[in-house]
């Protein structure tokens, strides 16, 4: 099926690749984490899993009318709910805040302002976060941290 012009599989496929950079992420979180995590940390993760269960069901929503704000802002939320939910996880693991979680988070939301004028396009601004996910990556690894 075609939603105004991108295939279905699309969408599925940026949100696939987001999912992905998530679990990557969680991964390696879980490398970061103390031995013996604490409940919070627990609950945390709890709450960064059902959210990302939630995704399939915002790509639905949103697939139903991919140019209508509620939709859009119902999947662009879940997917910025879930990124703050990984940084205070990630917050919990080595005891500091990354803004760049901020910063990705904001990207989702983007889209829905992006509804009106790009139509069911608007999803394409979240390849904006796999720079924003390298920049984290490499300033996680350099030597300074």
Not at 77 to 96: F, P
Not at 102 to 127: K, N, R, Y
Request: aromatic content about 14%; hydrophobic content about 55%; charged content about 10%.
């Amino acid at each position: 099926m075609v939603f105004s012009g991108i295939p279905a599989i699309i969408y599925f496929l940026i949100s696939f690749a987001v999912i992905v950079s998530f679990w990557i992420e969680h991964h390696d979180i879980f490398e970061r984490a103390p031995e013996k995590v604490s409940g919070t940390f627990l609950w945390v993760n709890t709450a960064l899993l059902a959210t990302i269960c939630l995704l399939p069901f915002g790509l639905e929503f949103f697939t139903a009318n991919p140019t209508d704000y509620l939709t859009v802002g119902v999947y662009a939320g879940l997917m910025a709910i879930a990124t703050l939910v990984l940084g205070a996880l990630a917050r919990l693991a080595d005891g500091h805040w990354s803004p760049i979680h901020f910063v990705q988070a904001g990207v989702f939301l983007l889209a829905i302002p992006l509804a009106d004028v790009a139509g069911s396009w608007c999803l394409l601004v979240w390849v904006l976060v796999a720079p924003i996910q390298r920049i984290r990556f490499l300033r996680r690894t350099s030597p300074d941290h």
